[in-house]
């Protein structure tokens, strides 16, 4: 056991190295801002309504887990706190893994080798380098979810659907899923009738109480639903195409895309694929259907992290091959190689090297202005400066040229990159803001920092 230790333990912190070194690159965006600002706004006991991007927490996916996180945050406020329980969650998923392996009578090296399968599969890796999402929580939790219902531990069980449910609110059609799994193949109907009962009551309690009470229709489209635009601008619309024009929905499933995101996603487990042993990915079905279903391409690739709640299912069909001596490959060495040769094509690794050191030239003039900003005080700045600062109320990355001196008063902060602005912006829209700084408002904001094109504008008191 004192190996499976060392694996978990060195996985754990090369998962949180990778994210905090990505991170300290100035890599990290929107999404990372907005968890690390409405948690830590949780911890000081203040509504957690998002300056970065206008709404509640609740309001996002009715994500409630974010609550018990914002502990962490009462120790110290960091948002390393949320690599850390991020790497750990990733890595646990492992460990979890190598239970149910030998759970399913596989021999321990067989079982070491699943957990390498699943440690160096490519979305494990890629998703604790995509900012932060409560989902990779849910990963160990349905894994945790499955080994207690083979093993008829029922309060865990429910602990564990509980974690997964407050993690996403549409992870509870994941849960439905798997509750028709447990119930008409496992043999585990309770369990499987606690899944779907909890994952429906839950998906209709967020979706049409939670979810509308603390934000609205519009923001949710404009956050999430404009993935899928070709069904409609509301719910109402999307439901009438679901139902009365299903060609629309078959043109969009049917695409070259979709089919290479398919491949992408079984390569790396492929070789033990037998149809006798897919009854588990009836887990997979909403998660797929709603990344083939988008229109979006970033749900349709291992980048991010929009795939992960197939991994626990992905796992199952390996483990279930495996232990029937049905597996196309069946030695330790040559999963474990199968499992690499894909790590290597589709992990992102090869970011450190190139994407993630785009903003390397002006680092150190960044870090120092950012240094600069001693309170606790409202800022406006860049997309990628944003998650640095996010402890307080009013940070914002989103700049409109027409804002007057008023709209600009609300900060007393205004850091600006000009030479990496980031997505939200361009060189040229905050090299003109500077100079409107410069000229116009000198009488307002003074000039604090200027180095390698980066610049801070503090509040002037009179």
Partial sequence: MNHIKVIIGISTLIL??????RHELFNSS????FFDQCIYLISQGKPPVSSVLGFHVLADHAAWILYPLALLY??????????????????LGALLTYFLALQAGLKEKLAVAIMTVYLMYPVVYNSNLCDFHPDTIAVPALLTAVLTARSRK??????????????????????????????????????????IISGIIWFLIANWMIIPYFGSEAALLNRHLYRYSYLGNSFSEMLQILLFQPKIIFNNLFSTINLEYLCFLFLPVIWVFRPQYFMPLIGIIPCIA????????????????YSLPTI???????????????????????????????????????????????NI????????????????DSVLTTDIITPHLTHRQLISFKYNPSQDIAELNK?????????????????????????????QYQSNFHLKYQQDDVYLFEKTIS
């Avoid at 028709?180 to 585990?188: A, G, H, Q, T």
């Avoid at 900060?411 to 410069?438: C, D, M, Q």
């Fill in 16 to 21: 949180f190295i990778s994210s905090i070194l």
């Fill in 30 to 33: 929107g999404d990372l801002a």
């Fill in 74 to 91: 009462k120790i110290y406020p960091s948002v390393y706190w949320l690599f850390a329980v991020q790497s750990i969650a990733l890595a």
């Fill in 154 to 195: 029922i309060a865990w069980f429910c602990v564990s659907i509980l974690v997964v449910l407050g993690c996403k609110a549409v992870l509870s059609l994941t849960v439905v899923a798997m509750g028709i799994w447990l119930l008409l193949f496992e043999k585990r109907r309770l369990y499987g009738a606690i899944a």
């Fill in 290 to 305: 709603l990344n083939l279903l988008a229109d979006h391409p970033s749900q349709k690739n291992l980048v991010l992290h």
């Fill in 312 to 358: 626990p299912f992905l796992i199952l069909v390996l483990i279930g091959s495996l232990a029937a001596g049905k597996a196309w490959l069946k030695q330790r060495k040559a999963i474990i190689l199968w499992s690499l040769v894909w790590f290597l094509v589709f992990g992102k690794y090869g970011f450190f090297s190139s994407k993630y050191l785009h």
């Fill in 361 to 376: 030239d002006n680092w150190a003039a960044t870090k120092e202005a950012i240094a600069l900003v001693k309170t606790k």
């Fill in 411 to 439: 900060f007393y902060y205004v850091l600006l990159n000009i030479r990496h602005p980031g997505w939200a912006a361009t060189s040229e829209s905050l090299s003109n803001l500077v100079n409107i700084f410069k000229n």
